[in-house]
T-cell receptor, first 114, second 116 residues
Framework: NAGVTQTPKFQVLKTGQSMTLQCAQDMNHNSMYWYRQDPGMGLRLIYYSASEGTTDKGEVPNGYNVSRLNKREFSLRLESAAPSQTSVYFC?????????????FGPGTRLLVL | AQSVAQPEDQVNVAEGNPLTVKCTYSVSGNPYLFWYVQYPNRGLQFLLKYITGDNLVKGSYGFEAEFNKSQTSFHLKKPSALVSDSALYFCAVTTDRGSTLGRLYFGRGTQLTVWP
């Protein structure tokens, strides 16, 4: 099992450009999450999908959209990138969106917006 | 609101010595607590979690953590540190109260450096 995979690993964008970050999991998990990691701030939740067909906003959703394409895949889209979106983005998944469930993380996508 | 505090940005310890990485939390409802480790340029790896039961939780790589409800703490410990333990450690909390749907609240992270 590959676990949680993310593409691309690294991306440089110019302000105003758009891009989609891809995430896939092969653990048959129902719930998926997108976080961003900024220095000294820990991880903050952008969006999550409790189950296929549902998505909800997290702590910092502005400037992002998501699509739960199927049970395996959950993408994050930046429609018009801004320098404030320079960050490391992590996708995670869990069996269910429940308090006791362990979330498993992908390797991350490093995004630089110039 | 739920929150996690990791009061130390950095912890330095000599190899072979015991290590402690501190975490305190604030939640409404029952807390469920997690520790994750992040090696350079890697994703977060799950170490251990406290859900209920025994306050001392044992996890991967010889780590353990003690849940203390009265002090709202969940400190990560290891009896004998290894140089390979050097990494960034995150404490996270969620709760059974409200509509969080498993949302994790992370601390800012503690950089552990183990010196040979």
């Amino acid at each position: 099992n590959a676990g949680v995979t993310q593409t691309p690993k690294f991306q440089v964008l110019k302000t105003g450009q758009s891009m989609t970050l891809q995430c896939a999991q092969d653990m048959n998990h129902n719930s998926m999450y997108w976080y961003r990691q900024d220095p000294g701030m820990g991880l903050r939740l952008i969006y999550y999908s409790a189950s296929e067909g549902t998505t909800d906003k997290g702590e910092v959703p502005n400037g992002y959209n998501v699509s739960r394409l199927n049970k395996r895949e959950f993408s994050l889209r930046l429609e018009s990138a801004a320098p404030s979106q320079t960050s490391v983005y992590f996708c995670a998944s869990s069996y269910r969106a429940r308090d006791q469930e362990t979330q498993y993380f992908g390797p991350g996508t490093r995004l630089l917006v110039l | 609101a739920q929150s996690v505090a990791q009061p130390e940005d950095q912890v330095n310890v000599a190899e072979g010595n015991p290590l402690t990485v501190k975490c305190t939390y604030s939640v409404s409802g029952n807390p469920y607590l997690f520790w994750y480790v992040q090696y350079p340029n890697r994703g977060l790896q799950f170490l251990l979690k406290y859900i209920t039961g025994d306050n001392l939780v044992k996890g991967s790589y010889g780590f353990e953590a003690e849940f203390n409800k009265s002090q709202t703490s969940f400190h990560l410990k290891k009896p004998s540190a290894l140089v390979s333990d050097s990494a960034l450690y995150f404490c996270a909390v969620t709760t059974d109260r409200g509509s969080t749907l498993g949302r994790l609240y992370f601390g800012r992270g503690t950089q552990l450096t183990v010196w040979p």
